[in-house]
């Protein structure tokens, strides 16, 4: 054997293991379908020009989609800190409704904008006025949809102009068909705090996240342009065990079934301002407009003048579709035939001898970041 490990997929959940495993004085191969390294925490650098045509500035394209690293994991906010130091970047979206435009997640600014109410205690008055329809029709049982969870959450302004129509787009189902639990992540807070995550610690990498990758996969083996499918005998006889991060029902060729994703394909373009919205995320909360929401990539790490000092900006549109074989798995889709699908391969998965599952793609979860690499370390001190 002329490895320990073979880890499938070079993404957080593979690169980490292969840097403790590195650590525990153990060997890895990494191989990737993709052609590059880092699975969806990967970025395209574009190089702009400055105005003066003497610097160069890089903005890092999220290729695969927003990623805001957050957590209260002091361990791992430290272990992401030990490889790059990350930056000061708070995530606070601004939502567009048919031109109206509303700060997120809810919080005092959203209620003044919506009602003019300029007080706590004026807010929650008027949520527990828009509320009580939808509580009084549940008479005490739980919220069993995310329309009834949402209407009792925040009542039926900001149901029906920051959710149902965004929510819609975003999974391509009714808001009646959708499980409660998606919309009970949305933070609602009674202060003027647009920070959209709870947690302790919150930023991007300074240079990127490919950064944080090679750093992890630093004197550790890669290959890119290798799927594990189209060499697996070859390539399982390569390693003692192997550390898969693939979609697991592809593991089992299917013999199940096929499990749902949802997918987000990206229009990306080039701006020539050096400012073209304001703020790194704008949601589009209505149906009238086809994306979910537009990224603007350089305020993930630049502010304030070096926004200007940087003549040209990079935009992405995020469009939400059904996923077909071929395109990229994004979000695993949580309704009863998906779960107990995803509960059969688990089953299978925990029978399979010298292969461990893990990340979002293995383990059909929708997992963050820092999830991820907790995981991983968890793995490693036992
Ligand atoms: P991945 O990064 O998907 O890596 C899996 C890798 O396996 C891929 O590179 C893939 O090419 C490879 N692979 C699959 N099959 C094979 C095969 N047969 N052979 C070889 N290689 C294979 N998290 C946050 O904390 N904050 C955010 O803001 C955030 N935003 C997100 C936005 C979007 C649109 C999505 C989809 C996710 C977001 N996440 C965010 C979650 C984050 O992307 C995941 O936590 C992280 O990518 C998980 O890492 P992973 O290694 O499990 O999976
Ligand atoms: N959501 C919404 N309006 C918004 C943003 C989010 O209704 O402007 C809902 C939507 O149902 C979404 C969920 O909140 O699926 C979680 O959104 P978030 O942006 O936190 O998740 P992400 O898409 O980044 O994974």
């Given at each position: 054997?002329?490895?320990?490990?073979?880890?499938?997929?070079?993404?957080?959940?593979?690169?980490?293991?292969?840097?403790?495993?590195?650590?525990?004085?153990?060997?890895?191969?990494?191989?990737?379908?993709?052609?590059?390294?880092?699975?969806?925490?990967?970025?395209s650098?574009y190089?702009?020009?400055?105005?003066?045509?003497?610097?160069?500035?890089?903005i890092?394209v999220h290729t695969y989609g927003a990623?805001?690293?957050?957590?209260?994991?002091?361990?791992?906010?430290?272990?992401?800190?030990?490889?790059?130091?990350?930056?000061?970047?708070?995530?606070?979206?601004?939502?567009?409704?048919?031109?109206?435009?509303?700060?997120?997640?809810?919080?005092?600014?959203?209620?003044?904008?919506?009602?003019?109410?300029?007080?706590?205690?004026?807010?929650?008055?008027?949520?527990?006025?828009?509320?009580?329809?939808?509580?009084?029709?549940?008479?005490?049982?739980?919220?069993?949809?995310?329309?009834?969870?949402?209407?009792?959450?925040?009542?039926?302004?900001?149901?029906?102009?920051?959710?149902?129509?965004?929510?819609?787009?975003?999974?391509?189902?009714?808001?009646?068909?959708?499980?409660?639990?998606?919309?009970?992540?949305?933070?609602?807070?009674?202060?003027?705090?647009?920070?959209?995550?709870?947690?302790?610690?919150?930023?991007?990498?300074?240079?990127?996240?490919?950064?944080?990758?090679?750093?992890?996969?630093?004197?550790?083996?890669?290959?890119?342009?290798?799927?594990?499918?189209?060499?697996?005998?070859?390539?399982?006889?390569?390693?003692?065990?192997?550390?898969?991060?693939?979609?697991?029902?592809?593991?089992?060729?299917?013999?199940?079934?096929?499990?749902?994703?949802?997918?987000v394909s990206f229009k990306t373009r080039v701006e020539?301002?050096?400012?073209y919205q304001?703020?790194a995320v704008v949601?589009?909360?209505?149906?009238?407009?086809?994306y979910t929401r537009v990224i603007e990539h350089k305020?993930?790490?630049?502010?304030?003048?070096?926004?200007?000092?940087?003549?040209?900006t990079v935009v992405s549109e995020e469009y939400?579709?059904?996923?077909?074989?071929?395109?990229?798995?994004?979000?695993?889709?949580?309704?009863?035939?998906?779960?107990?699908?995803?509960?059969?391969?688990?089953?299978?998965?925990?029978?399979?001898?010298?292969?461990?599952?893990?990340?979002?793609?293995?383990?059909?979860?929708?997992?963050?970041?820092?999830?991820?690499?907790?995981?991983?370390?968890?793995?490693?001190?036992?």
């Amino acid at each position: 054997m002329t490895y320990d490990y073979l880890i499938v997929g070079s993404g957080l959940f593979g690169a980490t293991f292969a840097y403790k495993a590195k650590e525990a004085g153990k060997t890895c191969l990494v191989i990737d379908k993709r052609s590059h390294l880092g699975g969806n925490v990967y970025c395209s650098p574009y190089p702009v020009a400055s105005t003066t045509g003497q610097a160069e500035h890089i903005i890092h394209v999220h290729t695969y989609g927003a990623h805001i690293f957050h957590t209260s994991n002091k361990e791992v906010w430290e272990f992401v800190n030990s490889f790059v130091p990350f930056n000061r970047y708070t995530n606070s979206p601004v939502a567009n409704y048919k031109g109206e435009l509303y700060n997120l997640p809810f919080n005092m600014n959203t209620f003044a904008q919506l009602w003019g109410v300029r007080t706590p205690a004026e807010a929650q008055a008027k949520i527990a006025e828009q509320r009580a329809e939808a509580v009084a029709a549940l008479n005490g049982r739980e919220p069993s949809n995310l329309e009834e969870q949402a209407l009792c959450l925040v009542g039926k302004d900001i149901f029906l102009k920051l959710i149902k129509e965004y929510t819609e787009k975003q999974w391509g189902r009714d808001c009646k068909d959708l499980p409660a639990f998606i919309i009970r992540r949305l933070p609602v807070r009674w202060v003027f705090d647009n920070n959209y995550f709870n947690d302790l610690y919150q930023g991007i990498p300074i240079g990127g996240y490919n950064v944080l990758i090679e750093k992890l996969l630093d004197g550790i083996d890669t290959r890119t342009d290798c799927d594990f499918f189209a060499h697996r005998e070859e390539l399982t006889g390569m390693a003692e065990k192997v550390v898969y991060t693939g979609p697991v029902d592809e593991y089992f060729d299917y013999r199940l079934g096929r499990l749902d994703w949802r997918t987000v394909s990206f229009k990306t373009r080039v701006e020539d301002t050096p400012n073209y919205q304001g703020n790194a995320v704008v949601n589009y909360t209505s149906h009238d407009v086809p994306y979910t929401r537009v990224i603007e990539h350089k305020h993930f790490e630049m502010f304030g003048q070096s926004v200007y000092d940087c003549p040209k900006t990079v935009v992405s549109e995020e469009y939400s579709t059904e996923y077909k074989p071929g395109m990229e798995q994004f979000y695993p889709v949580n309704d009863d035939r998906n779960n107990s699908l995803a509960d059969q391969y688990r089953a299978l998965a925990g029978q399979e001898k010298n292969v461990i599952f893990g990340g979002r793609l293995a383990e059909y979860k929708y997992y963050d970041m820092a999830p991820v690499i907790e995981k991983v370390l968890s793995l490693f001190a036992s």
